[in-house]
């Protein structure tokens, strides 16, 4: 075997290891890590060489010249998101240390399923490709039993795709939170505030967990406020006397349309300025 040779050998045989596996430097930051461990973490290797180890490993002692063989840390997924895992540490003789990663021993039948069926809101996972992969009990409620219905803007306009929140939060990488309406079968419409963040699943890779509760009261206030705002509006600008809004101090909030018409101004040209000037 040529010399070099080696290094690579081990290199390969560490980057083909199935369990996620890093090398720390002396110094504390991560010098290596193989394929799995940048699949968990959900960013590429190169994202990842040169960070601290203890900020992408939340819990991981500083004394890693020594072995720590049963650890529990967060390993951080991305700005938004950690993930609990197992860890084991073994110094090298050169400075730095190993770090083995595997699934947090006390959360292996912990029943993720119960809790989520349990939450009060809808949650669902949606892949990249915009698949649902896993919906709650209130999420199956609240979008019906299609769990796909006509989505709704604001407006009442159709909600396309590309405009829905997780399809955003995926897009720039960031959560979004938007009001949508679900119309259903019946005519019915309601409405959710949705939630959605972008996470890396351990199976399906790129996915958005979204949360959303039904706040139906909520926008029928908004909407019944509206009206009668607008109601107020009319009979305010129909009125043929001159009406003026004014602050304790004498400046102009609101006028009419009549005394608007009469001075050839509008609104923007009078609001804040003192009586008298206008």
């Known amino acids: 075997m040529g010399n070099g040779s080696m290094p690579d050998v081990f290199r390969d045989a560490f980057a083909a290891l199935t369990a996620p596996c890093a090398i720390a430097d002396g110094s504390g930051r991560l010098a290596q890590v193989n394929d799995a461990f940048a699949g968990l973490a959900g960013r590429g290797a190169a994202a990842l060489i040169g960070q601290m180890a203890g900020e992408v490993l939340e819990g991981l002692p500083a004394d890693l010249d020594r072995v720590h063989p049963d650890l529990t840390v967060q390993l951080r997924v991305n700005e938004y998101a950690t993930l609990r895992v197992g860890c084991s540490s073994a110094p090298l003789p050169a400075g730095g240390a190993v770090l083995t990663l595997r699934p947090a021993s006390e959360l292996a039948a912990w029943p993720y399923q119960a809790v989520v069926e ?114 107020f509006r009319a009979i305010f600008d129909q009125t043929f006397e001159f009406i003026g809004l004014l602050t304790t101090d004498g400046r102009m909030i609101e006028a009419n349309a009549t005394a608007l018409a009469f001075i050839g101004a509008e609104l923007r040209d009078v609001a804040g300025q003192h009586f008298a000037d206008t």
Not at 156 to 185: C, F, K, Y
């Open 118 to 231: 349990a939450v009060p809101e809808g949650i669902t996972i949606r892949a990249a490709d915009g698949r649902i992969i896993g919906i709650n009990s209130a999420a199956r409620t609240l979008l019906g039993p299609a769990g796909s219905p006509e989505l709704i803007h604001w407006n009442g306009e159709p909600l396309a795709p590309s405009d829905h929140p997780a399809h955003l939060a995926q897009a720039s990488g960031n959560p979004v939170s938007a009001i949508i309406g679900t119309r259903q079968p019946d005519g019915t419409v309601r409405w959710l505030q949705v939630h959605s963040v972008p996470i890396h699943h351990p199976e399906a890779g790129d996915a958005v967990v979204s949360s959303f509760t039904e706040i139906n009261q909520l926008v029928e206030a908004q909407k019944r406020l509206a009206d009668s705002e607008r109601r």
